[in-house]
């Protein structure tokens, strides 16, 4: 399998900066309301898609969230969440609206199901898929010692 990676043009490189600053303003009302970034840890329930940030014991925010990517570090590829088979229907309808948008502007970044990637680039395509989504921002998990990369869909926290 012989991979490359997508070419991105300047509206491609529009949109990502618009999605970080869609982030960065997101991660500001996290931070001024719950003192996103503050954390001394977090807590994974990947079965039901939730992290639970905590302070000096104490839970500070709760967040459902929504896996859109893995970056392998051994072999540098980005695979996207919704080239799993194994994903419920739903998440796969979630994920197609990002693939789908990427197949309408012909952004390969989006619609490639795995390709050479930094970390930068995981990043930015995280960013764009909450843009694209609504998310309440990003963040990067461990699971099975892998990043995956993932939007918040919804804050949990009353």
């Not at 079965?47 to 014991?57: A, E, L």
């Not at 799993?84 to 609206?97: D, G, Q, Y």
């Amino acid at each position: 399998m012989n991979l490359s990676k997508p070419q991105v043009d300047e509206s491609f490189r529009v949109l990502h900066k618009k999605a970080h600053e869609f982030v960065t303003d997101q991660h500001e009302i996290l931070t001024e309301d719950f003192s996103f970034g503050a954390y001394d840890q977090y807590s994974l329930d990947a079965d039901k898609s939730n992290i639970s940030f905590i302070k000096d014991g104490v839970e500070v925010l709760k967040v459902a969230y929504q896996a859109v990517g893995a970056l392998n570090e051994y072999n540098g590829l980005w695979t996207w969440r919704w080239d799993n088979p194994e994903i419920a229907p739903s998440e796969r309808e979630e994920l197609e609206v990002i693939k789908n948008y990427g197949d309408f502007f012909n952004y390969g970044m989006l619609t490639q199901a795995q390709w050479p990637a930094s970390e930068a680039d995981a990043w930015a395509v995280t960013a764009i898929a909450a843009y694209l989504r609504g998310g309440k921002g990003i963040f990067k998990i461990q699971i099975d010692g892998s990043p995956h990369f993932v939007y918040f869909e919804k804050i949990l926290t009353t």
